[in-house]
């Protein structure tokens, strides 16, 4: 269902908002890899999936999304998982890291509503990519945020960074690199913007 989606997604984005990708060739063709995109609205995901394709990305998402039955499950057909970001468990660190280790894209969306959850969000992205010791690619985002605004045929764009490598044994540098991360990404999103 995912691919199916996601090529239907591609055509209509296309007619829409007409996505451009800039860097798409910093991304590695196979071998998993963590993606932390700014977020600001639901286009923002489809504009991400579809720049990636062929290749699928698991997004991570918070569990209130999944409470509706039809909701929840069509959020899994397209490769989302649940988190509970007020009470993260075990499977915030283990199901990224068994799909990381299949070779898989797993996608964090590091800008959460509030700043600590900004914070977190970024460790915790750099925590995943850490403990698989894959490397974290950074992308950010502009164009229309809202069906409503995708309908005004609003142009948009994505740009990805390249490839953050973090040493296996930097947990004392994990400061050091969410701070990177932020940085990378808020000049990607200057760019992207201007």
Not at 99 to 125: C, D, H, W
């Amino acid at each position: 269902m995912y691919t199916f989606v996601g090529y239907l997604a591609k055509g209509i984005l296309a007619f829409f908002t007409r996505p451009k990708v800039v860097n798409r060739g910093v991304l590695p063709k196979e071998g998993g890899f963590v993606l932390a995109c700014t977020h600001t609205g639901w286009v923002d995901v489809l504009v991400l999936g579809t720049a990636v394709l062929p290749r699928q990305i698991h997004y991570m998402a918070k569990k209130q999304l999944f409470a509706r039955r039809f909701g929840g499950w069509f959020l899994k057909k397209l490769n989302a998982f649940p988190v509970d970001r007020d009470a993260p468990g075990p499977s915030v660190l283990k199901i990224p890291h068994r799909l990381l280790s299949k070779g898989e894209i797993v996608g964090i969306f590091p800008s959460g509503t509030r700043v600590k959850e900004q914070a977190e969000l970024k460790q915790g992205a750099i925590t995943i990519a850490m403990r698989s010791k894959v490397p974290i690619i950074p992308a950010a985002y502009s164009g229309p945020n809202t069906f409503k605004e995708l309908f005004s045929f609003k142009g948009s764009s994505i740009i990805f960074g390249e490839p953050i490598e973090i040493p296996s044994a930097a947990r004392e540098d994990r400061e050091h690199y969410t701070q990177l991360l932020e940085e990378k990404l808020q000049s990607l999103q200057q760019r992207i913007s201007s």
